[in-house]
């Protein structure tokens, strides 16, 4: 019957979500011309401050599996080209050094979300709220298409 076509279609577009309208197409079709340019810059630009990162005497711990010490690494390095734009990172010091360094970054932004063209940090834990099993001195990184020396310099003076 029409009506169990018009509750199937219904279904299938709150399943799927809504079909995007042509400029939103449009503006796909466009991204996707430079889409392979964009990645190679943010994992190119990730690899780069997780290996500062790594380095840093107020940084515990890194999360990237482009490092050899990850423990996803070989895989990682078996199954991708490059290794993405998304890191997180340990302070030292927990939650009060982490949220410092969140407040003191002049070039990322404090922001939840991933991929865009400018760099993102978030505190995970604040994010999460209470019942969180995120380390308090944790941050997450999404790196964007800014230099990288401009993003490390960011974050070694938020570090202080």
């Known amino acids: 019957t029409e009506n169990d076509f018009v509750q199937r279609i219904r279904s299938i577009q709150y399943e799927a979500g809504a079909v995007p309208s ?13 889409l392979p340019w964009r990645m190679r ?10 290996g500062f990162l790594a380095q840093h005497s107020k940084v515990a711990r890194v999360h990237y599996p482009g490092l050899k010490p990850h423990p996803g690494h070989e895989i990682a390095a078996k199954q991708m080209l490059l290794f993405g734009g998304m890191l997180s990172f340990e302070v030292k010091d927990g ?12 070039i990322f932004i404090r922001a ?26 944790l941050l997450r990184l999404s790196i964007g298409l800014e230099n990288a020396d401009d993003l490390i310099e960011d974050l070694d003076q938020a570090l202080g």
């Open 22 to 34: 042509p400029f939103d197409c449009w503006l796909i079709l466009r991204g996707m011309r430079t």
């Open 41 to 50: 810059a943010h994992s190119e630009n990730a690899m780069k401050i997780a």
């Open 95 to 106: 939650r009060d050094a982490a949220m410092s360094v969140t407040a003191k970054t002049k």
């Open 112 to 137: 939840t979300s991933l991929g865009g063209v400018e760099s993102l940090i978030e505190h995970r834990a604040s994010i999460e709220g209470p019942g969180t099993t995120s380390a308090e001195g």
